[in-house]
């Protein structure tokens, strides 16, 4: 499921079409509104921005707001920014294609197979900090929420705390945190801590290649997954309303 890490693969896939014309986009009715986006056509591409998960792409008449939901992928003149998302079809049957935007030179799509993604005009986007930015923000958003009584996975779930965390993600800064996802937010006491690691992992997770490349990803995540860290098998259970995998021994 793509998460803010790959929406910056996405973006940065995406900037090639900065400078070019839009001459038409057409789009699922279930994933946007035709008449809305069709404004778009005649627009030129100034600038390709990314807030949490989802991916702007700025024109002369306004943003195309492109979120992939469960399944979606960004495809630029035919290349895949990221040939297979974990969880998601493997295969690029044009019949998935929910949104495609043709230019001048070259097109633009969304395939998605699971019809989750949505693409608007300037959507009004509602996110806390963003999972690339500094510590000290990072800091700063958790100590704002320090004192809800829910589980931690769930604020950090929360696109409003930071923007781009998703559920493959928050398991490994959990992990690397060595905090219980269960634990009610206002018993995190280390908050710095926890900072620190989304700081550092972020980063490097993008580096990997995405969210799908931590201790607790696809792989760790079924059958006998062991913690990288001390050998013990992982727990997986719902945190959040979210399948969640932890280590017993080391996340207390
Ligand atoms: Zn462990």
Redesign the pocket.
Known sequence: MPEGLEAEIYARSARKVIGRRVIAVEVDPLCGDGDQLGTLIGAEVTGVRRHGKHVLVDTNRGALGMHFGMTGRLVVDGAAAIEQLEYGARRDDPSWDRLIVRFDEGEMRVNDPRRFSRHRLDPVLDLGVDLLAPVGMIAAALDGVARRRGPVKGVLLDQRVIGGLGNLCVDEVLFHAGVDPATPMREVTDRDRLAKVIAETMPSMLAAGGSHTGDTGPGHREGDGR?A??G?PLVRSMVAGRATVA?P???R
Request: net charge negative; with cysteine.
């Open positions: 913690c860290l001390d013990t280590c021994m080391h996340q």
